[in-house]
């Protein structure tokens, strides 16, 4: 059964750091496009960053510089580490598979493997 999980959010204070984390199972996540999205309350759902199969990574905007994907092939994981964090970062964080032309401009995938989704709140 294929399945992601995502763990790693929490309360921080503006400026402080997350990982989030997206464990995959029931599949080899070294080979697929991963995403991450969030949704913040009364907010669309929005891409944040996106690693493709071949390695190449990601960003939204206004993450960049701030926000780094990678994946552990041996932990069969991507990460997602968030510093330099800011209030309008404060939402639901979500993983999922993606196709792999959609990751470049991080569109929600046709077809994605969604997890269940990790908070993150950005507040002092």
Wanted: glycine fraction near 12%; aromatic fraction near 10%; hydrophobic fraction near 30%.
């Amino acid at each position: 059964q294929v399945q992601l999980v995502e763990s790693g959010g929490g309360l921080v204070q503006p400026g402080g750091s997350l990982r989030l984390s997206c464990a995959a199972s029931g599949f080899t996540l070294y080979y697929h496009a991963i995403g991450w999205f969030r949704q913040a309350p009364g907010k669309e759902r929005e891409g944040v960053s996106c690693i493709n199969f071949d390695g190449s990574t990601y960003y939204r905007d206004s993450v960049k510089g701030r926000l780094t994907i990678s994946r552990d092939s041996e932990q069969n994981t991507v990460y997602l580490q968030m510093n330099s964090l800011q209030p309008e970062d404060t939402a639901v964080y979500y993983c999922t598979t993606t196709e792999p032309d959609r990751c470049p401009t991080l569109r929600a995938p046709l077809l994605g493997n969604w997890g269940q989704g990790t908070q993150v709140t950005v507040s002092s």
